[in-house]
C-alpha cells in the first residue's frame, strides 16, 4: 500500500487527494493524517516539514505536490492528469505553476496573522503577496481554461486556489472574476473528487 501523508486543510494536499480519485488509484493508497506538532510524525522525513509526502510503491519518499501528482499520473499509465502533447503539456505546467505561487503568496498572507503579533505585521509585505493573487487571478478570468475530460494538472491547481481562496478568504473573489466563477462550478459539476474534499478547519 503507498501512503499519502495528509492533512485536511492544506490546498497543496488537496490536488493531490483529487487527482488520486480522478486517476482510480484511491485503492492503492492509505491517507494519513499528520501531526505537524508531534517530531516523530513521519511526514518529517521530508526535510522541509511541509505536507504533501507520498510514499511510492517501492517505498521512496516523493514530495512536493508538483512531483507527487507527476508520480501519479506516470502510476496511471501517464499522459492522464500531464498531457503528453508538448503544447497542453507546457501550458498546463505553467498553469499550475502560476496558480500553486498564487497559492504560495495566499499561505504567506495567511501566516502573518498566524505566527505573528498584530504589532509585528508587516503591511507593505502582505499588499506584495496580495498583488502577486490578484494579478494571477486577472489573468485567469481573462482566459479560464477549457476543462478537459480529465483535468489536468494546471486546472487541478485552479480549483483548488479557487476553493482555498473561499476556506480563507471568505470567497471575495468571486465578485470581481464572474468568468472564474462560472469555471469554478463547471469544475465542481464534472470532478466530485473536489466537493470530497472541501477542507475543513479541525
Ligand atoms: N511547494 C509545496 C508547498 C507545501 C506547503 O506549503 N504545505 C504547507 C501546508 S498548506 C505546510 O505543510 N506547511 C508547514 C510548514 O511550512 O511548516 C507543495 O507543493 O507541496
Not at 517501492?58 to 508538483?66: V, W
Not at 503544447?87 to 498564487?102: S, V, W
Request: hydrophobic share 45%; net charge negative; aromatic share 8%.
Amino acid at each position: 500500500m503507498m501512503i499519502l501523508h495528509s492533512n485536511a486543510t492544506s490546498p497543496y494536499v488537496r490536488k493531490v487527494r483529487i487527482a488520486i480519485q480522478l486517476l482510480g488509484l484511491s485503492n492503492r493508497i492509505e491517507e494519513r493524517e499528520v501531526r505537524f506538532r508531534d517530531p516523530t510524525d513521519p511526514f518529517h522525513q521530508n526535510p522541509l516539514s511541509k505536507v504533501p509526502v507520498f510514499v511510492g510503491e517501492n517505498g521512496s519518499l516523493i514530495y512536493d505536490s508538483p512531483v507527487i501528482l507527476e508520480y501519479l499520473d506516470h502510476l496511471a499509465g501517464g499522459g492522464c492528469i500531464i498531457p503528453r502533447d508538448p503544447d497542453a503539456r507546457f501550458a498546463a505546467l505553467t498553469l499550475h505553476a502560476l496558480c500553486d505561487g498564487a497559492l504560495d503568496a495566499c499561505v504567506l498572507v495567511m501566516s502573518e496573522t498566524w505566527f505573528r503579533p498584530p504589532d509585528l505585521r508587516v503591511e507593505s509585505w502582505v499588499d506584495r503577496q496580495s498583488g502577486k493573487i490578484e494579478r494571477a487571478l486577472t489573468v485567469l478570468e481573462a482566459a479560464p481554461p477549457t476543462l478537459s475530460d480529465v483535468p489536468d494538472v494546471g486546472q487541478i491547481a485552479l480549483a483548488c486556489l479557487l476553493g482555498y481562496r473561499d476556506f480563507r478568504f471568505d470567497g471575495t473573489w468571486r465578485k470581481a472574476h464572474p468568468r472564474l466563477h462560472a469555471w469554478h462550478d463547471a469544475f465542481a459539476a464534472k470532478v466530485p473528487a473536489f466537493a470530497a474534499t472541501t477542507p475543513v478547519d479541525p
